[in-house]
């Protein structure tokens, strides 16, 4: 069975760098044709796609996100990371890692989700 949990500050000030990780388990994050997903719910936007990274390594991001986002991931540890720059209070919400059948697919398994709260 797959599971995801995310892991990171719970609160960030404004204009700092979040970093969150999510922990896969059941199944390398290498196997052929999973994708690793982040996604946001928040006030503003409601449930977003930020971005993913394939099996293959290789990242897509939201455009409207892209100047902010990156995507990682160290296969050693069966870990995908999400870093954004510098933050804003409209980034305050729930934080999401997913399985899925291609970049933009949240239909598979879910991770709890993380609260993340930007201070002004």
């Known amino acids: 069975q797959v599971q995801l949990q995310e892991s990171g500050p719970g609160l960030v000030k404004s204009s700092q760098t979040l970093s969150l990780t999510c922990t896969v388990s059941?199944?390398?994050?290498?196997?052929?044709?999973?994708?690793w997903i982040w996604s946001r719910q928040t006030q503003v936007k409601g449930l977003e796609w930020m971005g993913a990274i394939a099996y293959s390594g290789s990242v897509s991001i939201n455009p409207a996100l892209r100047s902010r986002t990156s995507i990682s991931w160290d296969t050693g540890r069966n870990e995908f990371t999400l870093q954004l720059t510098s933050v804003i209070p409209e980034d305050t919400g729930i934080y999401y890692c997913?399985?899925?059948?291609?970049?933009?697919?949240?239909?598979?398994?879910w991770g709890q989700g993380i609260q993340v709260t930007v201070s002004s």
């Open positions: 997913t399985r899925g059948d291609y970049d933009r697919d949240m239909t598979g398994s």
């Open positions: 059941g199944t390398p994050i290498t196997t052929i044709n999973d994708y």
